[in-house]
């Protein structure tokens, strides 16, 4: 079973009147991968800047293994961090950049050196011992600053969007390298992105912010299956949200059909929103669409066609693999699995 490590109780932070966190709750588990996922200014690097001590909440406590640790200063919680902007010493190279905090340690030579090969390794950088930060890639240098944070053992690894300056094919192995080497380690890692991708990609838990509110958490099958409300729906992944009345338990009406689906404890008759994702509609011939439509446009996406579908109420997104021509009329079909509904939210995506 996994043990606390981190607890956040009602934290609010408001700068100059604005309220930054309404009064979160969250808790994060020893060796757990977290990602605090969501838009620019919703909250989520202040929540990573109060667990490093950065910055102190307004009000609400920090516990760090049971230890309230709001007062405590960054340099002495059991916390390092990995910025987006490396902070790399220049005038250093590589071996001398990793044993910086293992000196400020009073560590000996010989422990110095073990650790820095350990980290090196870890980072695949072996061998680079002697480069200065200026002659390596964005990528490498990324490597260097996690092997810097890591080297002296933090219970606790804190990532605010580190992957941010590197290009897409670089990005998406350094998802694969950051768990791994989190899974090697065995620390805890709280990451901070708006790139819904890295988060499914990488983490154990996910927690969707939205306006200094943590709307969801779960793990990303849940988040991306099961959303609790029409922002992490849109956030996370692509969804079709269209207006329903669920007229009973596992029997919803939408686009002037009734279909059956598996949500229940609902009020009888009640509005909903109704969210399908673009890759559970089935195409199928107009006789035999539950709804029919005409496709407005194809775009190749280089796994799938992304195609929309004008009904006479709603124009829908599909994912197929099959290449349907602008023009030609189609039927669509749903299974009660593709459907999932929730009750109205109001929370709309920030822009």
Not at 265 to 276: I, L
């Amino acid at each position: 079973m996994s043990k606390e490590l981190i607890r956040l109780v009602d934290c609010f932070m408001a700068f100059d009147g604005e309220v930054v966190l309404n009064s979160i709750n969250l808790y994060i588990n020893d060796h757990e991968f977290l990602t605090l996922l969501g838009p620019s200014g919703c909250g989520k690097t202040t929540t990573l800047r109060i667990i490093g001590g950065f910055q102190k909440p307004t009000s609400g406590d920090i516990l760090f293994d049971g230890v309230r640790i709001n007062d405590l200063p960054p340099h002495k919680r059991k916390v390092n961090t990995v910025f987006q902007k490396y902070a790399l010493f220049t005038h250093m190279n590589v071996y001398e950049n990793i044993a910086f905090g293992l000196r400020i340690s009073k560590k000996s030579e010989s422990e110095i050196k073990k650790s820095v090969q350990e980290a090196l390794a870890l980072v695949s950088l072996s061998g680079y011992e002697k480069r200065m930060p200026s002659s390596l890639s964005g990528g490498q240098q990324q490597r260097i600053a996690i092997a810097r944070a890591i080297v002296n053992r933090p219970q606790v690894l804190l990532l605010d969007e580190p992957l941010g300056a590197l290009d897409l094919k670089l990005r998406k192995e350094m998802q694969k390298e950051l768990k791994r080497i989190q899974q090697q380690v065995g620390i805890t890692f709280i990451y901070v992105t708006h790139d819904q991708e890295e988060a499914l990609t990488m983490s154990d838990t996910i927690a969707v912010m939205n306006n200094g509110n943590i709307l969801q958490i779960g793990t990303p099958v849940d988040i991306y299956n099961e959303p609790k409300n029409a922002f992490v729906a849109r956030f996370v992944g692509e969804s079709n949200i269209i207006d329903g009345s669920m007229l009973q338990d596992r029997l919803v009406e939408f686009s002037n059909h009734k279909f059956d689906c598996l949500d229940s404890g609902f009020a009888p008759n009640e509005p909903v929103d109704v969210v399908v994702r673009p890759e559970d509609i089935k195409i199928v011939s107009v006789e035999e669409g539950q709804m029919r439509g005409c496709v407005t446009s194809v775009i190749f996406k280089g796994v799938h066609y992304e195609i929309s579908v004008k009904t006479e109420d709603f124009t829908w997104i599909i994912h197929s693999t099959m290449y349907i021509p602008e023009g030609q009329n189609i039927g669509m079909y749903l299974t009660p699995d593709d459907i999932h509904i929730m009750h109205k939210s109001k929370e709309e995506v920030s822009k």
